[in-house]
């Protein structure tokens, strides 16, 4: 078995296009990404993903951790609360949180979903 490193995360190429966001409300943020693992039955995945700006619902699915390495969003929950990312900022989403993003400028970052 071999280990997956990924060195320099903040500018790490080539970046595979992952396609427009699904659920926007303005604008349209374009996604793409490095997978660098994923488990066998897709439950466990870790990489690096980009999205431009653009305003639009979000959904975490599965717990998610985040590191923001680069670009400026808002992430506005359900009920509210408001989180402001900036460049080494990091976040952990539990499943099922609700809410809107908006990406200001440009973000990448290093997340792991379980």
């Known amino acids: ?11 790490a190429a080539p970046l595979k296009d992952w ?3 699904p659920t926007m409300i303005e604008g349209q943020s374009m996604t793409s990404g490095v997978l660098l693992a994923k ?4 439950e466990n995945e ?13 959904h975490v699915t599965r717990d998610e951790f985040c590191h923001f390495l680069l670009g400026r969003c808002t992430y506005t929950h359900e ?5 402001e990312i900036k460049p080494d900022t990091i976040a952990f989403f ?5 809410g809107t993003c908006r990406v200001h400028e440009t973000v990448r ?3 792991m979903i379980r």
């Open 1 to 11: 078995m071999t280990t997956p490193v990924l060195y320099d995360p903040k500018t």
């Open 46 to 58: 870790t990489g690096i993903w980009v999205c431009t700006p653009g305003y639009w619902n979000c």
């Open 94 to 98: 539990p499943k099922d949180w609700k």
């Open 79 to 83: 009920s509210g609360e408001v989180i």
């Open 19 to 21: 396609g427009p966001v």
């Open 39 to 42: 488990g066998p039955n897709g």
């Open 109 to 111: 970052k290093v997340y």
